[in-house]
């Protein structure tokens, strides 16, 4: 693989300017404002993750409100609740989409947002103490323990809370495999491992948070 410095060289010439290259790339939130994201936000962050896989995100996120509303504002200790007669009746509202596997999702994972709380004080506790050196092992804790979280779904939802990531995109993946760090998609433990150990070594090279690597390495694929 080549080092972080070819990266930067490579994405400045392709930006033309050090402030272009910057423009684009994303910022990470800190720990303390991880941590204040209050639960019902982390499980209404989940929940539109679920809801946003497969379907076109603008159509997903202008029915959000109705969601809010039906979910009781995703606040865990309520959303629990909510058993199979209740979501069955929300299969009859027009104003969600109406997918009876994403729907039940919803209260499977405010339990799961309840164990974290009673585990570790706060949902956002977890996201922000775990490290990124090992973020694909949060992707799997989220997934295993998560509804409908597996994929890129994790990832997906850490980069919408601000949680330092990198997602592996099929732009990312074909850079990776150019480097010849992998030879196809990253779904092994094995082959995750060594893309972490690559973003942990251009992370050192460069200081440079997980989300900024991903999109730069992105930007190397020829389109």
Known sequence: MRDYQWLHEYCLNRFGSAA????RLPQPKSDAELRQLSDDRYLSLIALRVFRAGLKHSLVDAKWPAFEQVFFGFDPEKVVLMGAEHLERLMQDERLIRHLGKLKSVPRNAQFVLDVQKDKGSFGALVADWPVTDIVGLWKY???HGSQLGGLSAPRFLRMV???TFIPTDD???ALKAQEIIDKAPTSQK????????????HTQSGR???QLSVMLAHTVNH
């Open 20 to 23: 272009a290259l910057e423009a």
């Open 142 to 144: 989220l997934a295993k």
């Open 162 to 164: 601000g949680k330092d």
């Open 172 to 174: 990312m993946v074909a």
């Open 191 to 202: 082959d995750l491992a060594l893309v972490q150990a690559a973003f942990n070594e251009w």
């Open 209 to 211: 948070p997980l989300c």
